[in-house]
């Protein structure tokens, strides 16, 4: 097998994009992410795209936009390891890898000196929606969130990321992303008594579908129904705005959560898995 280690995203082949859109649901982070870069290069500081390949056909991909983990696209298990091969020539030191948890297995089992070095595992499920069922209504209002509400989303932002286990994200970095979901009219909100009680973002776009993530309830404002009413309320509007179905992920460890969405119309597809490693293997990716 061919593994090609790519700096430049112009040299994506239409190949690679045809692959990961084969499984659109399962491969929507590295496709989101290659969106992004094909857009605006400069959207991450640095970027390593990685494609496997076999008699000239794509079987599986991987990127790395540090300080992110290492990000994995589906792939029959013969190219996964073709993968993990390579990156050991190039002496790479990896602090995260996430992907479908098959996928995440079969790499850690080909490099048992990294997995070796894991400390914390996190499980996710991936469902999918094409029709919504109501939850009760809350009494608060849905909207698209508005500017004057920045510094709360981006608080509520950071505060998501600690409790999901990621606490790289600076408020700083938070503002910003916050900033532009705005502009773009992808942030919403429950909104009760003139101030906001929830928040969700439409995110990832799929040739098929849309992502909707980053929901997250204050815990003052938790077990009253905002978040559900939300998410329901934003999947019904990217149905109704010619997605054929919504997509997103949630934390395995909390199964009423779980049980909310599949309520509204969720339908399981898959379990994700994102692993994170501790020292002697550096907080930093660094290539030679």
């Known amino acids: 097998m061919d593994v090609k280690h790519i700096r430049d995203v112009k040299l994506v082949s239409e190949g690679t994009l045809s692959f990961l859109a084969q499984d659109e649901l399962r491969n929507n982070i590295p496709m989101g992410i290659l969106d992004r870069l094909r857009n605006n290069s400069r959207t991450f500081d640095s970027y390593h795209l990685f494609v496997v390949e076999q008699a000239g056909q794509v079987g599986f991909y991987a990127h790395l936009t540090p300080p992110f983990p290492l990000c994995l696209s589906v792939g029959a298990p013969a190219a996964v390891v073709a993968l993990v091969q390579y990156l050991k020539t190039i002496s790479l030191l990896l602090h995260e890898v996430q992907g479908p948890l098959s996928v995440v297995q079969t790499f850690l089992a080909a490099w048992p000196e990294l997995a070796a070095h894991k400390y914390h595992e996190d499980r996710q499920g991936l469902f999918r929606l094409t029709e919504v069922t109501m939850p009760p209504a809350t009494g608060a209002s849905w909207e698209v969130a508005q500017i004057e509400d920045l510094e709360t ?57 849309r992502t909707i993530g980053l929901v997250y309830t204050p815990p003052e404002h938790r077990g009253k ?48 898995c994102m692993c994170k490693f501790r020292s002697p293997w550096p907080d930093q990716v660094k290539f030679p």
């Open 225 to 272: 129904g905002y978040a559900s009413e939300l998410v329901a309320r934003l999947s019904a509007h990217l149905l109704a705005s010619g997605n054929e179905f919504c997509a997103l992920f949630t934390q395995l460890s909390n199964p009423t959560s779980n049980k909310i969405y599949q309520r509204m119309g969720y339908e399981w597809v898959d379990e994700f």
């Open 153 to 209: 989303y981006a608080q509520w932002a950071c505060h998501f990321s600690a409790e999901t286990g990621d606490t790289s994200q600076s408020l700083e970095e938070s503002l910003h992303g916050q900033r532009q979901r705005i502009g773009a009219r992808d942030l919403y909100c429950m909104r009760l008594d003139k101030k906001p009680v929830a928040m969700a973002t439409a995110g990832r776009r799929l040739p098929h579908g």
